[in-house]
């Protein structure tokens, strides 16, 4: 069974940055669109970020100037760098891999951000 691997989560004080890291080996990775989504306790998923096989990317507004998503097909993987963190960003960070076959989801990092 394919599946993505997160990594770089971790706790992180109110204004500072982490960089999460998607792993993505076993998938055709050039032609995936490659999204993060995020879930915190007691919430839906959200989608935080959208790169495609074009490195067109979309964010929402709520991580809009702050978190910049970029991929590297040499790698088959995919970043999220977060910025200027704030608590309300909290949650498990989930990397998903939309390619024309399948949609593969990782794991989950836990990114926890104190104020």
């Known amino acids: 069974q394919v599946q993505p691997v997160e990594s770089g989560g971790g706790l992180v004080q109110a204004g500072g940055s982490l960089r999460l890291s998607c792993a993505a080996s076993?998938?055709?990775?050039?032609?995936?669109?490659m999204r993060w989504h995020r879930q915190a306790p007691g919430k839906q998923r959200e989608l935080v970020a959208t790169i495609t096989a074009t490195d067109r990317t979309s964010y929402a507004d709520s991580v809009k100037g702050r978190f910049a998503v970029s991929r590297d097909n040499a790698k088959n993987t995919v970043y999220l760098q977060m910025n200027s963190l704030k608590p309300e960003d909290t949650a498990v960070y989930y990397c998903?891999?939309?390619?024309?076959?399948?949609?593969?989801w990782g794991q989950g990092t836990q990114v926890t951000v104190s104020s």
């Open positions: 998903n891999a939309i390619t024309p076959y399948h949609d593969y």
């Open positions: 076993g998938i055709r990775f050039s032609v995936a669109t």
